[in-house]
């Protein structure tokens, strides 16, 4: 009996969370309009029989690709920081992990511009819901009302939001952001309390 023929390599498929990061890191780069089998294909090195072996068409993988998003960037965040008791410090560490993570930002913004498409819409909402509850109950924790909690939590996601856009939009806006850190540090003390408000 004969050996079974190997599949040359090159026509091996590739998993299905390769063509998902592909999809991703186009989607950070050019929007959700640019993510088409062919070209992703050809950058990837493969035939498009490797794209059908995972998926049946490209919405499919648009979707993957907003899920797998979701679950890193928004359903963890919770998981990721809800253990660092002090509030204070939890704020902190969000601002300059959210503002560091520039492939995410790059991701948010290129879904802002197609946050009107029907298959981007309920995974932007979910993920600004679930940020900005976050937020909220971290200020809370500090001692701040609901009202005021929410606006902290509101600032901080604008300036978020407002970043990355400017970042994919008009760069040269902000040429005068020469040290990140820094900026993120003015933007923490102007939004978090130094001390903890004490209950009414």
């Known amino acids: 009996m004969s050996a079974p023929k190997k599949t040359p390599r090159s026509i091996v498929p590739l998993s299905r969370e390769d063509w998902v990061k592909a999809a991703t890191n186009l989607i950070a780069q050019e929007g959700i ?3 088409a089998v062919e070209p992703l294909a050809l950058a990837l090195g493969v035939t498009k029989g490797s ?10 993988l648009i979707h993957a690709a907003l899920e797998a998003w979701e679950q890193d960037q928004s359903a ?11 509030p204070r410090r939890r704020l902190r560490v969000l601002l300059f992990a959210a ?13 802002g511009v197609s946050s009107e498409d029907p298959r981007v819409q309920p995974y ?18 500090l001692g701040l ?6 606006q902290r939590a509101l600032l901080a996601y604008a ?3 407002g970043y ?19 900026y993120v540090r003015r933007l923490a003390d102007a939004l978090v309390p130094a001390k903890a408000a004490r209950p009414s």
Do not use: C, M
Not at 51 to 60: A, K, L, Q, V
Not at 99 to 111: H, K
Not at 145 to 150: F, H
């Open 99 to 111: 503002f560091e993570d520039v492939e995410n930002g790059r991701f948010f913004a290129a879904l």
């Open 159 to 161: 300036a978020y939001a």
């Open 33 to 35: 309009q640019a993510v």
């Open 76 to 86: 963890d965040v919770v998981t990721r920081y809800a253990g660092i008791e002090d």
């Open 164 to 182: 990355f856009q400017l970042l994919r939009a008009t760069p040269e806006a902000l040429e005068a952001v020469t040290d990140l850190s820094g």
């Open 124 to 141: 932007l909402w979910r993920a600004t819901e679930r940020r900005l509850a976050f937020g909220v109950e971290a200020f809370k924790a």
């Open 145 to 150: 009302s609901e009202t005021e909690a929410r």
């Open 51 to 60: 794209f059908y072996w995972h998926f049946h068409n490209r919405d499919e």
